[in-house]
């Protein structure tokens, strides 16, 4: 009896150690951006944020090319998570234009993608020049930020 008593308690022990795992690494919001400059593209994964305490980086040539972003909500919990989802675009924390905005409500264990671009004619028809920019993505609770430096290409 006693050495099934031991035989018990450690199993239940690894299982506890599993549960943990799955916990802490599985469950819970995950957010991952796709971005697209040119032939480059550049995937932020929902670790960056806890491993490096600085903000992505993309370059795109002022006039020629568009930035195009993709952000994934990915809902891993056991029920449903409504959030409004902001983008914008920044410039010396002033904030130039709105870029996206909705609502959205994920249902457990599924997750949305949302889609905007950031036109540097656009930012020129609004009196902006080339330069560093930051898009701010805001969730719930969350904000992510990603500098965007449009530059003039070399004769």
């Not at 305490?53 to 993309?58: A, K, L």
């Not at 920044?90 to 904030?95: S, T």
């Amino acid at each position: 009896m006693r050495r099934n008593l031991f035989l018990y308690l450690a199993l239940a022990c690894f299982v506890g150690l599993i549960a943990i795992f799955v916990f802490d690494g599985y469950l819970g919001i995950h957010d991952t951006i796709n971005i697209t400059a040119g032939e480059r593209e550049q995937t932020v994964d929902p670790d960056h944020w806890y491993r490096y305490q600085d903000n992505p980086e993309v370059e795109a040539v002022w006039g020629e090319e568009k930035v195009f972003f993709s952000y994934k909500v990915n809902n891993r919990w056991f029920s449903s998570y409504v959030t409004p989802i902001q983008a914008s675009v920044w410039q010396e924390n002033k904030k130039v234009v709105d870029l996206f905005a909705e609502d959205k409500a994920i249902e457990p264990f599924n997750q949305t993608t949302v889609e905007w671009i950031l036109d540097s004619e656009h930012l020129q028809s609004l009196g902006f020049d080339h330069g560093g920019y930051t898009i701010k993505i805001e969730r719930k609770g969350t904000e992510r930020k990603v500098i965007v430096g449009y530059y003039v290409p070399a004769p």
